[in-house]
């Protein structure tokens, strides 16, 4: 079978099926769904896009492959220059393999590199039209480019999403019948800047009914190291959005981003229809990471919380249950070994995913184990069927009651009568937490324990520094 292989870049669970928002709007995605199996507790290996894309790409964990940041890409690092990362082994396989938009983080390497990976490249996709000056304004800790949503005007086919979208549906109509494809769309929204028009934006009520819900002071609970994981970012915190009236106009913008992006999936899932391939195309649509809009006093990623590490992901097609939803944590990392088994090719001994294939085909099989997240060396989230454990490079720990408690507004790790579900759950860190490889930057925190010294992006955080408040 061929493979349809679209991803969401920083989508959390504001889809309408997931629930994670009670207005997202997201129709197409939601029709995907219903005519595959929705895994509805799937999670990222890492919150951040170039550790988390490598991750599924390479199938091993951030932790194996010591790429935690945003650079460098896996190319450039001696152990992964020559890996059969996931689209290379369709295409050693005779598939033909098409590359359009966000799939690898940044760029792939120069024109011999890339045709390593993919035989197709499309156009790259991205912000497309931009406004003259930043929407919003100035914002905090340097004023990024990029930290920036609302309304202006412009045409629905000037935005990058826009055009992959339309690229892809050529794509599908051309492709021939006798040779299998693998066809990789990357969307960008809703990725900030989440620029929207007015008709999208006014699908959202403009009041206080749209955000989401939170508790105040809800890091009173949580132990000072969680801070150090976004210690000083270009991503503004709940405060400044607060203070700066912005809200609310950040999480009309991020809804109406991802509807948008559901549309252009609905044009491309219209087209696959109206193909000759319509019935032998796998589809698998997944989102690299969460996001926060105000939860936990932040916006952004870069977190081992619910907000942060749940993700869409959903199977389509051939070998497929159709309307299957299922509960079970399930991985990124689980897609590389489920396509070759769906796609019926020789396997990858090392990959540390595990196949989706009992749960493709009745998704109330039960899994072996958690999904586990990590960012930077030491600091690993794991998300069973029923809680949530974290453990911090310090030392220091959380637990969520997901079942009672899905907001994670209360850390049970230091009640004693928790003391058996702590320890089920210690169990399943990873036993190599590799250190950095080289050349690692950006959004990176290391830390020594003989000296409890940790250091975000090259300068050092003291126990009596204040936390950045905005």
């Known amino acids: 079978p061929n493979v349809l292989f679209i991803a969401i870049d920083d989508q959390n669970d504001w889809i309408g099926c997931m629930r994670g928002h009670p207005m997202a709007r997201t129709p197409n995605i939601d029709g995907l769904a219903a005519r595959g199996t929705l895994f509805l507790n799937a999670h990222c290996q890492a919150p951040i896009c170039n550790p988390s894309?490598?991750?599924?790409?390479?199938?091993?964990?951030?932790?194996?492959?010591?790429?935690?940041?945003?650079?460098?890409?896996?190319?450039?690092?001696?152990?992964?220059?020559?890996?059969v990362a996931l689209p290379q082994h369709f295409k050693t396989?005779?598939?033909?393999?098409?590359?359009?938009?966000?799939?690898?983080?940044?760029?792939?390497?120069?024109?011999?590199?890339?045709?390593?990976?993919?035989?197709?490249?499309?156009?790259?996709g991205g912000i497309g039209k931009t406004p003259k000056t930043k929407l919003i304004g100035p914002t905090p800790m340097g004023n990024n480019p990029l930290m920036d949503w609302g309304s202006f005007p412009h045409e629905d086919h000037e935005k990058g999403d826009y055009q992959i979208a339309s690229w892809t549906i050529d794509q599908l109509k051309?492709?021939?019948?006798?040779?299998?494809?693998?066809?990789?769309?990357?969307?960008?929204?809703?990725?900030?800047?989440?620029y929207v028009t007015d008709p999208w934006l006014d699908h959202f009520p403009d009041d206080d009914s749209v955000l989401p819900t939170i508790l105040e002071n809800d890091r009173s609970d949580t132990p000072r190291f969680s801070w150090y994981l976004h210690w000083y970012l270009p991503e503004p915190r709940l405060s400044w959005v607060e203070k700066n009236h912005q809200w609310r106009n950040l999480v009309r913008s991020y809804l109406a981003s991802s509807m948008f992006v559901d549309a252009q999936i609905g044009r491309i899932l219209h087209a696959l229809n109206e193909s000759p391939h319509a019935k032998n195309t796998i589809v698998v649509l997944w989102g690299d990471h969460g996001w926060h809009l105000g939860e936990k006093?932040?916006?952004?990623?870069?977190?081992?919380?619910?907000?942060s590490t749940r993700v869409p992901l959903i199977f389509a097609g051939p070998g497929v249950t159709a309307g299957g939803v299922c509960k079970e944590p399930v991985e990124l990392l689980d897609i590389y070994p489920t396509l070759i088994d769906l796609c019926h090719l020789s396997p990858v001994s090392d990959l540390e995913g595990l196949s989706l294939i009992p749960q493709l085909q009745n998704p109330l099989n039960s899994r072996a184990r958690p999904a586990i997240t990590s960012h930077n060396q030491g600091n690993h989230g794991i998300r069973?069927?029923?809680?949530?454990?974290?453990?911090?490079?310090?030392?220091?720990?959380?637990?969520y009651d997901m079942i009672h408690d899905p907001r994670e507004w209360s850390n049970l790790a230091n009640k004693a009568e928790y003391a058996e579900t702590l320890?089920?759950?210690?169990?399943?860190?990873?036993?190599?937490?590799?250190?950095?490889?080289?050349?690692?930057?950006?959004?990176?925190?290391?830390?020594?324990?003989?000296?409890?010294?940790?250091?975000?992006?090259?300068?050092?955080?003291?126990?009596?520094?204040?936390i950045p408040d905005e």
């Open 53 to 83: 894309r490598t991750s599924l790409l390479l199938g091993l964990r951030p932790s194996t492959t010591g790429i935690y940041g945003l650079a460098p890409w896996f190319r450039t690092v001696d152990a992964f220059r020559d890996r």
């Open 93 to 124: 396989h005779g598939y033909n393999t098409l590359c359009t938009g966000k799939i690898y983080h940044g760029g792939a390497g120069g024109p011999a590199q890339r045709s390593k990976e993919f035989n197709v490249w499309g156009p790259n």
């Open 174 to 194: 051309s492709a021939p019948v006798d040779k299998p494809f693998f066809l990789a769309t990357g969307f960008f929204l809703p990725h900030v800047p989440c």
């Open 297 to 307: 006093g932040i916006t952004g990623k870069n977190t081992l919380w619910e907000r």
């Open 384 to 399: 069973s069927r029923d809680w949530r454990y974290i453990r911090y490079a310090d030392g220091t720990e959380e637990l």
């Open 423 to 466: 320890a089920l759950h210690r169990r399943w860190l990873p036993r190599l937490d590799a250190p950095l490889v080289p050349n690692s930057n950006s959004r990176i925190l290391t830390y020594n324990p003989e000296t409890d010294e940790a250091i975000w992006e090259g300068k050092k955080i003291r126990r009596i520094d204040p």
